[in-house]
């Protein structure tokens, strides 16, 4: 089904002129595994925030009427500083506190320039770490927390944060995101990890084969992939081989 939502999403992009590239596990999979990494299941691309932008306004138009996306702009009480582009006559259930109506689907993230100066990037890094913290907590599911967002950090910080609506902290987020300048790096701000490479690295996209697919990614892969994940090429231990998602899936009855 993601392979399915990924070609619709390739053909709308083309079509419409739009740039976009795999990104995290599914651009390393394209590069490694020549498809989707053995134990990942999702699916994830980029675009520079002016074509992420477009297709936000341009997407329901003309996409296939079985798949819709998902967006702050599209969807009241959306959760997430990015979009998904789904198949509705599939549900996928997440760990959110207040479910959100998606069927399966690829992730899209929108990639921001960072500020041209070193303290500006530190202090827009900050702020992004914190609202990042802070519209988990809001969203996400008491007994689904793990990790630093574990049950009894929710518990505590619910009541708080719910004082703000989801709408407030996605824009906030959203915002600060695109407080930028003109610097020299360009990143997924609103992803879980920090990283950031010349926009060169990105550049023109070339076609990469995913399952058998051709779809498109950064014009230098390797310097993509290493400002993400360092030695990408080195397998992890057994004992990492596996999913760090927590959803469900199955076909609307």
Wanted: with cysteine; proline share 7%; glycine share 10%.
């Amino acid at each position: 089904m993601q392979l399915e939502v990924l070609a619709a999403l390739d053909r709308h992009c083309r079509e419409h002129g739009l740039t976009y590239y795999l990104g995290y596990g599914t651009l390393l999979g394209a590069v490694r595994h020549g498809g989707f990494i053995p134990w990942d299941d999702d699916v994830d691309v980029m675009m520079p925030r002016d074509d992420y932008e477009r297709l936000v306004d341009s997407f329901a138009a003309a996409a296939p009427t079985h798949l819709s996306l998902g967006s702050q702009r599209t969807q009241a009480g959306w959760p997430l500083p990015y979009a998904k582009v789904s198949d509705d006559r599939t549900v996928l259930v997440e760990p959110f506190e207040v479910p959100v109506a998606m069927g399966v689907n690829v992730d899209v993230f929108p990639l921001d320039p960072l500020p041209s100066g070193a303290l500006g990037r530190r202090v827009q890094a900050a702020l992004l770490r914190r609202l990042g913290w802070a519209l988990e907590l809001r969203y996400i599911a008491a007994e689904r927390g793990r990790g630093w967002h574990g049950e009894a950090a929710i518990r505590l910080g619910k009541p708080v944060l719910r004082l703000l609506s989801m709408r407030l902290l996605v824009g906030m987020l959203s915002r600060c995101a695109r407080w930028s300048g003109r610097g020299d790096r360009v990143g997924v701000r609103v992803g879980s990890s920090d990283w950031s490479v010349p926009p060169s690295s990105l550049g023109v996209p070339v076609e990469i084969g995913f399952e058998g697919l051709a779809c498109l990614a950064p014009a230098d892969a390797d310097d993509v992939l290493t400002a993400m994940y360092g030695d990408y090429r080195t397998l992890p231990p057994d004992s990492q081989r596996l999913s760090h998602h927590a959803f469900t899936a199955h076909w609307k009855r």
